[in-house]
T-cell receptor, first 110, second 112 residues
Framework: SQQGEEDPQALSIQEGENATMNCSYK?????LQWYRQNSGRGLVHLILIRSNEREKHSGRLRVTLDTSKKSSSLLITASRAADTASYFCATDESGNQFYFGTGTSLTVIP | NAGVTQTPKFQVLKTGQSMTLQCAQDMNHEYMSWYRQDPGMGLRLIHYSVGAGITDQGEVPNGYNVSRSTTEDFPLRLLSAAPSQTSVYFC???????????FGSGTRLTVV
C-alpha cells in the first residue's frame, strides 16, 4: 500500500520565496527519497535520506527526517520558476522497494 | 548513456487486446520496477525485480505479467487490456534499491 502522504497537495509561491512540503508515512523505513516530476516527464531523483540521518542538504534543497513522528520535509530555498513541478516522497516498505505518495504540486510564480 | 528506455511512448489498445511495454537499461542495475501513474493517485508499484530471474508483485499486479531474463530488460505484459488500465506507465531502475531510482520517460497507454 502507498506509504507516503505529501502535504500540501498544492502550493503556490512567488519566485525567491522558500517552499516547504511535508511527507508522512505509516511504518518503519530504512530510507526515504524525494523526487521531482515536471509536467509530462519522468521522475527525477533529488535526494535520499537514511533512517539514521536527521538532515541532508543538496544545493538549494534541505530534507529533514523525524522517524519518531514518521515524517519528512523538503525545503526548497530561493525558489525559481524552473522549480515548478510535482514533488513526491517515496519510502521503502520491504525488500528495498519504494512506494510513492500522491505528491505536492508546486507552482513558482515569476 | 541512454539510461532507462521505454517503448512505445504512446499506445492505444482496444479492450481485450494484449501488448508488451518494453523497458531497457544500460547501467547494469539489478533492481527494476514498473509503476503506473493515475491522476490523484500518485505512482503505484505494479511489479518489481531484484535481479535476473527474480520478480515479485507490488501493490497493483492484477492484469500484468513480467519476466526478467536479462539484467538489461524488464518487459511488462498486459494480458487482456481493460479501460481501467488506461494510465501512464513508468519503468525505473536502481543499482541495489538503497540509492535513487532512475526513471524512464514513460508510456502513455489508452484502452478504449
Amino acid at each position: 500500500s502507498q506509504q507516503g502522504e505529501e502535504d500540501p497537495q498544492a502550493l503556490s509561491i512567488q519566485e525567491g520565496e522558500n517552499a516547504t512540503m511535508n511527507c508522512s508515512y505509516k511504518t518503519s523505513i530504512n530510507n526515504l527519497q524525494w523526487y521531482r516530476q515536471n509536467s509530462g516527464r519522468g521522475l527525477v531523483h533529488l535526494i535520499l535520506i537514511r533512517s539514521n540521518e536527521r538532515e541532508k542538504h543538496s544545493g538549494r534543497l534541505r530534507v529533514t527526517l523525524d522517524t519518531s513522528k514518521k515524517s519528512s520535509s523538503l525545503l526548497i530555498t530561493a525558489s525559481r520558476a524552473a522549480d515548478t513541478a510535482s514533488y513526491f516522497c517515496a519510502t521503502d516498505e520491504s525488500g528495498n522497494q519504494f512506494y510513492f505518495g500522491t505528491g505536492t504540486s508546486l507552482t513558482v510564480i515569476p | 548513456n541512454a539510461g532507462v528506455t521505454q517503448t512505445p511512448k504512446f499506445q492505444v489498445l482496444k479492450t481485450g487486446q494484449s501488448m508488451t511495454l518494453q523497458c531497457a537499461q544500460d547501467m547494469n542495475h539489478e533492481y527494476m520496477s514498473w509503476y503506473r501513474q493515475d491522476p490523484g493517485m500518485g505512482l503505484r508499484l505494479i511489479h518489481y525485480s531484484v535481479g535476473a530471474g527474480i520478480t515479485d508483485q507490488g501493490e497493483v499486479p492484477n492484469g500484468y505479467n513480467v519476466s526478467r531474463s536479462t539484467t538489461e530488460d524488464f518487459p511488462l505484459r498486459l494480458l487482456s487490456a481493460a479501460p481501467s488500465q488506461t494510465s501512464v506507465y513508468f519503468c525505473a531502475s536502481s543499482p541495489d534499491g538503497t540509492v535513487g531510482y532512475t526513471f524512464g520517460s514513460g508510456t502513455r497507454l489508452t484502452v478504449v
